[in-house]
């Protein structure tokens, strides 16, 4: 933890500030290693604070180091406090992480103090893995992977989603999983046809797409993981959708390498499903990155200005959805890597028919 806030203070420097605030609890528990629910940490050139009210003063003190533990009942009057006697002359705030009304609030008592808000400049701070993290990512993985096994092995005709994805995060849970990335996605049939589908009343029917859309949390970092899974037959219109999306889902993959911009990848999946005819069924990016956060930087999308770097973990998730009719979606979770990349999911995504 003392590289990244190494990395911290050499933004300050550069920018030629006295501090930056960061209210984002992930970004906090990546810095110093906190996990509590409430607090603001100080990054200065000599000093890390951790402001924390008297709920979190006992686990702060065993989880951290680095940094110094100070007690306030008012965060932002506990901040603004630490400012005047660091006599500062300009503060970055992560500003998406505050809420107007603390940035007024902490504006208010800190009086000739600059406030410098932060955005883009924080964007990259945990954009490339380290050694340990992507052991962690990988223990994931490992852990949804196999609970997915096991709920594979009860899906019939007649089930219905939200039977299957509570077998599958309870697996997930006992198999040493902190809790889901995000609400586990079982859609069939035409609820298929939304990407982000929750799990019905609805019974799973002989000849159904399924899509099964997963994660677990091991130590704070999680996996992100989609299947779609035929139930009793498929018909040569359902191959050939599953087939265009495994042909996206494979040459995006195979573009990805350190150097590369992120929106040529997406492109490689996209121009694969337009030339199959079935553009406008794919409405979302190609990926993103993950960690500490299911969702984070870096995008895979056609708008983004990224460039892959080696250490980065990122999703590549193609999908062709059909209104009324079915969807599919099929994710990996990849390790960026000088020449390629390195697949961290373990499940096949060659058409399964259960």
Known sequence: MEERIRNIRSKLESQDMGGILFFDLTNIRYLVGFTGSAGVLFVGREKVILAIDGRYTTQARSETRGCEIIEFRDNIAGIAGIISDLRLNSVGVEAPAISFENYSNLREKIGHVALEPLSDDLDSLRIIKERGEID??????????????GTLKTIRPGMEEKDIALDLEFRMGKGGGEKPSFETIVASGANAASPHARPQFRKIERGD?????????????????????????????????????????DRALDAVRAGILCKDVDAEARNCIEEAGYGQFFPHGTGHGVGLDVHEAPKISRESTDYLEEGMVITIEPGIYIPELLGVRIEDMALVQKNGCEILTKTSKDLKIL
């Open 136 to 149: 962690l990512l990988k223990e994931a993985v490992s852990i949804s992977a196999d609970a997915l096994q």
């Open 209 to 249: 797409f399924v899509i099964i859309d997963y994660g677990v949390v091991y130590e704070g970092y999680h996996s992100d993981e989609t299947c779609t899974l035929a139930v009793g037959k498929v018909t040569k219109e359902q191959r050939k959708i599953y087939d265009v999306v495994k042909d996206a889902h």
